[in-house]
């Protein structure tokens, strides 16, 4: 089986993502108890991410 650089790429764009959004204390010890809240909470804080990098691209 050959090596996919491709794949490779995005598996590891998704990997810094998930390490990313757990730097957030609430979604990496899951306080959020109900699937709802938790959802929240993802979406708050892939926003926060999203905000940065584009803050960071306009620059």
Not at 2 to 25: F, M, P, S
Not at 40 to 56: E, F, T
Request: hydrophobic share 35%; no cysteine.
């Amino acid at each position: 089986m050959g090596h996919d650089a491709g794949l490779y790429k995005e598996r590891n764009t998704v990997e810094r993502l998930i390490n990313r959004l757990k730097t957030w204390r609430g979604i990496a010890t899951r306080y959020d108890k109900t699937p709802a809240s938790y959802l929240a909470g993802l979406h708050l804080r892939g926003s926060m991410i999203w905000l940065k990098d584009l803050a960071r691209a306009t620059d």
